[in-house]
């Protein structure tokens, strides 16, 4: 069975401080991949997604950059963190249009 | 105009109610549609499908209307344990798997 990755889950980092989130993908082969962000009490923003190794479309660039490295492997970094990017970061893998989630990674900038 | 719009509730109702939520979405070409409930601090979960022909999942009915491009939800005899929020999503395929969120609405179901 498929299941997904997600690390790590909680973390609390200086405002210009750099960010690495890691999220891998078992049981199947070149899943469509996901990076959304949720704020406190708002919905989820889609900040990238990639359809395939080295393929990353961006919906909200800013100060945040996605790498697929391997078929499995989805990664969002900054460089320089900013207050607002605080939030709920989560991972998802796609068949056929279905969203399968990893647990999150819960960010505080401060 | 946001690709996905809902409304944001929140919706309060007695235990036993029948509640709706709708959703627009603008990309005419989008071929997928699903309703994903959220529990607080936690990661969406599927809730079900949505079926050009409509679909019902127990008290759960899904609609979709591609003519006025929004999609319905509909809870029938609410429980307390219906209190979420409920995400619709929508997969672009024009967009290449581009799958956006809905706002969620927040549901509260009150004894």
């Known amino acids: 069975s498929q299941t997904i990755h997600q690390w790590p889950a909680t973390l609390v980092q200086p405002v210009g401080s750099p960010l690495s989130l890691e999220c891998t993908v078992e049981?199947?082969?070149?899943?469509?991949l996901y990076w959304y962000r949720q704020a406190a009490g708002r919905g989820l923003q889609l900040l990238f997604y990639?359809?395939?190794?080295?393929?990353i479309s961006s919906e909200v660039p800013q100060n945040l950059s996605a790498s697929r490295p391997q078929d499995r492997q989805f990664i969002l970094s900054s460089k320089k963190l900013l207050l607002s990017d605080s939030g709920f970061y989560l991972c998802?893998?796609?068949?056929?249009?279905?969203?399968?989630f990893g647990e999150g990674s819960r960010l505080t900038v401060l | 105009r946001k690709e996905v719009e809902q409304d944001p509730g929140p919706f309060n109702v007695p235990e036993g109610a029948t509640v709706a939520f709708n959703c627009t979405y603008s990309n005419s070409a989008s071929q997928s549609f699903f309703w994903y409930r959220q529990d607080c601090r936690k990661e969406p979960k599927l809730l079900m499908s949505?079926?050009?022909s409509g679909n019902e999942d127990g008290r759960f009915t899904a609609q979709l209307n591609r003519a006025s491009q929004y999609i319905s939800l509909l809870i029938r005899d609410s429980k307390l344990s219906d209190s979420a929020t409920y995400l619709c999503v929508v997969n672009m395929y024009s967009s290449a798997s581009k799958i956006i969120f809905g706002s969620g609405t927040r549901l509260s179901i009150r004894p």
């Open positions: 998802a893998w796609s068949v056929l249009g279905e969203l399968f």
């Open positions: 949505v079926y050009s």
């Open positions: 049981g199947t082969s070149n899943p469509n």
């Open positions: 990639s359809v395939g190794i080295g393929q």
